[in-house]
């Protein structure tokens, strides 16, 4: 069974503060996806990752893909109210055609 | 562009009763999913569609779940008889071509709780 960890699984900051998220698996991925989830909807996507040691920015954003594509980070500085919600990443593992995805970090943060 | 459209939003129901949950995915795309999401957790897949075929359903709870996508477009996925577990969200989901790199764009969820 292929698992995504992710770390940690909650987050209360204040507003300003940068932070960092972890998504990891023993296994490698063909491609990885964050996704912002607010209250009441479904996942959005916020970025895809492909290639070991990617990294991509989205304004104050920063992803990274793990040299050997089995972790990714999601790092994110000077944090915002409207930063709030459950982000989650989700691998394509080789071969398998489908979307697993962790168990989510749910960010607060605070004015 | 018209999004992931399901129905209905929310749905109270008893244990041992039924429900069906609609999907209409983003037009042309010939890969559906069904998602299932319990408070506190990731999404977890329960069946994805190619067309109208099934192309993965490895976990769904196939003694009270099933789900169908006649014409390769719209697709129902049906809880008889519900249990109290089943108390989720339900996403659908769906891409232009099965992952590859192909972006999946979800629907809003419908609401499931079983009392």
């Known amino acids: 069974t292929q698992l995504l960890e992710q770390s940690p699984q909650f987050l209360s900051i204040q507003e300003g503060e940068n932070l960092t998220v972890y998504c990891n698996s023993s296994?490698?991925?063909?491609?990885l996806q964050w996704y912002r989830q607010e209250p009441g909807e479904g996942p959005v996507l916020l970025v895809t990752?492909?290639?070991?040691?990617e990294v991509k920015k989205l304004k104050r954003l920063t992803f990274q893909f793990g040299d050997a594509r089995k972790d990714s980070s999601l790092h994110i500085t000077a944090a915002q109210p409207g930063d709030t919600g459950l982000y989650l990443c989700?691998?394509?593992?080789?071969?398998?055609?489908?979307?697993?995805f962790g168990q989510g970090t749910r960010l607060t943060i605070n004015p | 562009e018209a999004g992931v459209a399901q129905s209905p939003r929310y749905k109270i129901i008893e244990k041992r009763q039924s429900v069906a949950f609609w999907c209409n995915p983003i037009?042309?795309?010939?890969?559906l999913y069904w998602y299932q999401q319990i408070l506190g957790q990731g999404p977890k897949l329960l069946i994805q569609?190619?067309?109208?075929?099934?192309?993965?359903d490895s976990q769904l709870p196939k003694d009270r779940f099933s789900a169908e996508r006649l014409k390769g477009v719209d697709s129902t996925l049906k809880i008889q008889p519900a249990k109290l577990e089943d108390s989720a969200v339900y996403l659908c989901?769906?891409?232009?071509?099965?992952?590859?790199?192909?972006?999946?764009?979800f629907g809003e969820g419908s609401w499931l709780t079983v009392v």
């Open positions: 989901a769906s891409s232009l071509l099965p992952l590859g790199g192909n972006t999946i764009y």
């Open positions: 296994s490698v991925f063909s491609s």
């Open positions: 990752v492909v290639t070991g040691g």
């Open positions: 989700a691998g394509d593992f080789q071969g398998a055609q489908k979307l697993v």
């Open positions: 037009s042309g795309h010939a890969t």
């Open positions: 569609f190619q067309n109208n075929g099934v192309v993965d």
